[in-house]
């Protein structure tokens, strides 16, 4: 079945640092999307990307969507405490678009 | 005025019993889900509900049961509890929003689930 990875599983940065986290699908995507979920929250839809080669900008947060369309990319430039949690990928899966398939995560902690 | 709720936020058992989280949603969405997370925050769908009527059942055991009595509701039973069962449970909805995107979820709370 599909599987969708991110890498890395756990990011320490200082409070200003800036990080990145990736997602590869092992099959393409018609989409992705991204959601972040703080600690001991639920997770919360921050964007979807639909073309090849897209890039959406969130204030200070960058995603891309891979020409391939199965890779994604998230970047938090100068991170800041308020950005602490985990960020998902995730893509529709083989039932199509009613299914999520969610990404391993990425767990954020910030050194203040 | 809360989307997604389920209750309980917390529920403590013995092996062996038999439990439900409920769900509701008042957003107005015809799909709803059920998703598990462990301890490593891995979050795996469970079941979807479309319009009261179930669409994917991803090989989880048949001691787990949900029931959707309308499309603003979707329960989760769960008989014979384990240890493995331990985990936070999500309900979430879903509107279809167009051909080309992928419907986007809206999680409720979660349901911490501590089996003894």
């Known amino acids: 079945g599909q599987q969708v990875m991110q890498i890395p599983q756990y990011q320490h940065v200082q409070e200003g640092e800036d990080f990145t986290t990736y997602c590869n699908s092992s099959t ?5 999307q991204w959601y972040k979920q703080r600690p001991g929250g639920h997770p919360v839809f921050l964007i979807q990307l639909v073309k090849s080669g897209e890039v959406k ?4 947060l ?17 991170t800041q405490t308020t950005d602490v949690g985990t960020y998902f990928c995730a893509g529709p899966g083989d039932f199509g678009n009613e299914k999520l398939t969610f990404g391993t995560g990425t767990r954020l902690t910030i050194i203040p | 005025d809360t989307a997604v709720s ?5 529920l403590v058992t013995q092996m062996g019993n038999d439990k439900s989280i409920k769900c509701e949603q008042n957003l107005g969405h015809d799909t709803m889900y059920w998703y598990k997370q462990d301890s490593k925050k891995f979050l795996k769908i469970m079941f979807s509900y479309n319009n009261k009527e179930l669409i994917i059942n991803e090989t989880v055991p048949n001691r787990f049961s949900p029931k959707s009595p ?3 509701h979707l329960n989760l039973h769960i008989n014979s509890l384990e240890l493995g069962d331990s985990a936070v449970y ?3 909805s879903s509107s279809r ?4 995107y992928t419907d986007t979820q809206y ?6 689930l501590t089996v003894l």
């Not at chain 2, 999680?107 to 911490?112: E, K, L, N, Q, S």
């Open chain 2, 90 to 92: 999500f309900c979430a």
């Open chain 1, 57 to 60: 900008k969130q204030k200070r």
């Open chain 1, 62 to 78: 960058t995603f891309q969507f891979g020409e391939a369309k199965k890779n994604s990319s998230l970047h938090i430039t100068a």
């Open chain 2, 97 to 100: 929003t167009g051909v080309l």
């Open chain 2, 6 to 10: 389920q209750t309980p936020k917390y």
């Open chain 2, 70 to 72: 309308d499309k603003a």
């Open chain 1, 28 to 32: 393409t995507l018609s989409n992705i």
């Open chain 2, 107 to 112: 999680f409720g709370p979660g349901t911490r």
